[in-house]
């Protein structure tokens, strides 16, 4: 579904602005790439994400620049090489909008959260569920001596529900848009705060710690061996406290003292040391490229574990129905251009995954591509439909009180053309659809729109992700299996 059009607004005498410009048709391409070429000129010379339009205003694309009229301009000029997947597009934009951004690391994330949000038609990249990442310092009082690492969930939600122990009361910073200079950064301050990085349980007095033999960081000087009790807890927490106040104020101090360290390496003409050096300091400071979490820049990610008996509670009054919720059930659809074409469905009660009734199926009617495909995702949500419900669509057993389908509003009916061959109906089927995350449901015209921190909205996404990641499993198992014959 395409993301809805941008009307321009009209003055009180219903005047467009002076920038608007000409209807589509009216101009000859080499026209409106010259028009377009000296607007993009004209654009101040900061960081910013800019939107692709079409004549109807819709986004055809979106990008990032560390100087707007430097990148924008390069599309419009004689000379453009945009290449054959983007090429294309120079034929349909009529119009473009720019944000400015505080520096490149706000660019990269608002057009990260752009593309997710709209999927425009000729963005390749970031449209898949690929995330920025954060590092988090755990507290004492989830472990008794705190790590440091590096992690894409910073909810810290597990597979089958509810979060890591160790992620409650952690410290989370980021988004980060550089991950190779995180990890980076991380190896360079254990150097200086010796924190641990492992994932060793480790407990204060268990008589193993005694026996325990560290690994190679304590013998390079790059942590402290908690886990042999080299170090107390008290003296380890107080390590961990300086790194995150470190993390929390300017780190002028220590980036003085490796720049001055490199420029004694340099005029010693040990130029393999001054490199690195360098590196670190560049990994350093590109520390302070990143968001905080408040500010919501991955909320499918930073959106913290949702009780069950809350989402259910409201999923049912969202979608209004009298009786309560005790089982959903997801269906979707994988394969790739049309190969082992499979379905999945599974099944949670209460609200956490039921994993004893997960199904998949491999599509066996759906047949329209060369060489036995299926490259039908409709006729493939009826199959999986007819063969999972027809005991209960002939009165032989129950429904689940919720069918969620995988998909917008062309999935939802065509999960309901099967039903409709069925005797008895289901009491309700929904779709989720992944660019606003809108419910369809059988009984309205209108979607249902919630806010992303709704825990019925929330529910329905980890069931919807969970079907999507059963039928993924199973189609990868049949293509590496076609793969090896």
């Known amino acids: 579904m395409p993301d809805d059009p941008d009307a321009p607004f009209t003055d009180e005498d219903g005047l467009l602005p002076a920038d608007t410009p000409p209807p589509w048709g009216t101009e000859r391409d ?7 070429l000296a607007k993009a000129r004209g654009l101040p010379p900061v960081p910013g994400v800019y939107l692709m339009k079409d004549a109807a205003g819709v986004v055809l694309y979106v990008g990032k620049a560390s100087k707007l009229p430097d990148r924008v301009s390069s599309y419009f000029v004689p000379s453009a090489a945009l290449g054959p997947k983007k090429h294309p597009m120079l034929a349909l934009v009529h119009d473009f909008d720019v944000l400015r951004c505080e520096g490149e690391w706000e660019a990269l994330l608002t057009e990260n959260r752009l593309i997710k949000d709209i999927k425009p038609r000729f ?4 449209i898949d569920d690929k995330s920025f990442p954060y590092l988090v310092v755990t507290s004492p009082r989830a472990e008794d001596y705190p790590r440091v690492f590096v992690t894409r969930n910073p909810a810290g939600i597990r597979d089958e529900g509810g979060t890591h122990p160790e992620m409650r009361h952690a410290r989370v910073f980021g988004p980060f848009t550089n991950a190779g200079a995180l990890r980076e950064a991380v190896q360079v301050l254990q150097r200086v705060f010796k924190f641990r990085t492992c994932k060793l349980d480790i407990v204060q007095g ?20 908690p886990c042999a009790e080299k170090i107390t807890p008290d003296a380890y927490n107080q390590d961990t406290d300086r790194f995150i106040k470190f993390l929390s104020t300017k ?6 003292e490796l720049k001055q360290e490199m420029g004694e390496a340099s005029a010693e003409l040990r130029f393999e040391r001054a490199a690195a050096l360098r590196d670190q300091i560049k990994a350093i400071e590109k520390l302070d490229e990143r968001a905080h979490t408040r500010d919501g820049w991955q909320p499918e990610t930073e959106i913290g574990y949702i009780d069950p008996k809350k989402g259910v509670k409201a999923l049912q009054k969202a979608l209004g129905m009298e009786t309560a919720i005790r089982c959903i059930e997801g269906i979707d659809i994988a394969h790739l251009q049309g190969g082992e074409t499979v379905g999945s469905k599974v ?3 209460d609200g956490r995954p039921f994993k004893d009734e997960y199904r998949r199926y491999r599509i066996k009617t759906v047949k329209n591509l060369p060489g036995e495909r299926a490259n039908d995702d409709y006729a493939s949500i009826r199959e999986v439909v007819s063969r ?10 129950l429904y689940p009180e919720v069918i969620l ?13 099967a039903f409709e061959q069925l005797d008895v109906q289901p009491p309700m089927v929904i779709s989720l659809a992944k660019k606003e995350e809108l419910i369809y449901t059988q009984a309205r015209t209108e979607p249902i729109r919630l806010s992303r921190n709704n825990a019925g909205l929330r529910l329905c996404q980890q069931v ?3 079907a999507h990641r059963f039928a993924q499993h199973y189609h990868h198992i049949l293509r590496r299996k076609k793969t090896l014959e």
Not at 209 to 216: A, D, E, V, Y
Not at 408 to 417: D, F, N, P, S, V
């Open 30 to 36: 080499n026209e409106r790439l010259a028009r377009l």
């Open 123 to 126: 963005n390749a990249r970031l």
């Open 206 to 225: 268990d008589p193993k710690n005694k026996r325990f033999r560290p690994c190679l960081l304590h013998a390079i000087g790059q942590c402290t061996a």
């Open 251 to 256: 780190r002028s101090a220590m980036l003085r």
């Open 347 to 349: 099944c949670f009660i």
């Open 388 to 397: 999972r419900y027809r005991e209960a669509g002939a009165g032989e057993a």
């Open 405 to 417: 389908i995988d998909g917008g509003l062309g999935q939802l009916h065509a999960a309901q053309q």
């Open 464 to 466: 919807r992700d969970e």
